[in-house]
């Protein structure tokens, strides 16, 4: 009796494998095709690497355009998780997700958990002066000089460390940058992707960024530290896009072109 009710499962089973398979669908077509998926998890909420667009329905932002043009490279259709940020690693130790790609900085602590891809990106603290202003190249410059910085960030606790500097404290970066453009201070201090983002997408041509970086990070991509061959992949991927000159096109409509 168990026997026969087995197999009027199976028989049960099969059929509804074999409506599904003329129904079609995405996993299906990935399926019969050979396509493999790439899971990646983000924290859709740092603008301009990773954010929702105003519907909150594409994910958008560089490390959003850049793991879909490695996916495409290696051949991988890239599913995307958003997901909080201290549940990100914990998604790549249990398999959840394949690759991480958040604005992550590569630090010890994290490599000891994880694997990284080469750094794609180089971060840390920029300034930024009007366009005429050729008194300030470096931050040995600011000496002297008042600086807008915002409230609570990495920029204000560096800024303050620097010798003979007045620093003012706003709200919010959009905040730094009216009061620079108001004249109410010689320069601006944020991370790096704050003020190239700023003025690629302002449209502010009275302003120019310098060089310079302050406390450097890089960003990589992070896998499980079981995934070299995986890790090996995206690296090969990200050096083709480099010199394809695909990598600099991304970049370019986020940061503006690179210098």
Do not use: H
């Not at 519907?55 to 490390?63: I, R, S, T, V």
């Not at 958990?113 to 005429?132: A, M, N």
């Amino acid at each position: 009796m168990s026997k026969k009710f087995l197999v009027l499962c199976m028989a049960g089973l099969l059929a509804v494998m074999a409506l599904a398979a003329g129904c079609g669908g995405s996993q299906k077509d990935a399926a019969s095709s050979g396509e493999k998926v790439l899971k990646v998890g983000t924290t859709a909420d740092f603008a301009p690497f990773e954010f929702q667009d105003a519907d909150g329905k594409e994910y958008q932002g560089f490390d959003m355009d850049l793991i879909r043009a490695l996916g495409k490279e290696m051949g991988y259709k890239v599913e995307i998780q958003n997901l909080n940020f201290d549940g990100l690693i914990p998604s790549l130790e249990t398999g959840n997700v394949d690759v991480v790609v958040s604005g992550m900085s590569i630090n010890d602590e994290r490599k000891a958990k994880v694997l990284f891809s080469e750094p794609y990106y180089k971060s840390g603290l920029t300034i930024v002066v009007k366009k005429d202003n050729t008194s300030i190249n470096a931050f040995k410059d600011l000496a002297g000089k008042k600086v807008a910085v915002q409230i609570g960030t990495t920029s204000a606790a560096e800024v303050r460390k620097l010798k003979n500097v007045e620093v003012k404290e706003f709200n919010s970066s959009a905040d730094t940058f009216m009061e620079l453009k108001a004249g109410g201070v010689d320069a601006v201090v944020n991370d790096r992707p704050v003020n190239d983002y700023y003025i690629v997408k302002s449209g502010e041509t009275g302003v120019r960024s310098l060089d310079e970086l302050l406390s450097s990070e890089d960003y990589g991509i992070a896998l499980n530290k079981k995934d070299a061959e995986l890790q090996k992949k995206i690296d090969a991927a990200l050096e083709k896009l480099k010199q394809s000159g695909e990598y600099d096109k991304i970049y370019a409509k986020w940061f503006g072109e690179k210098k």
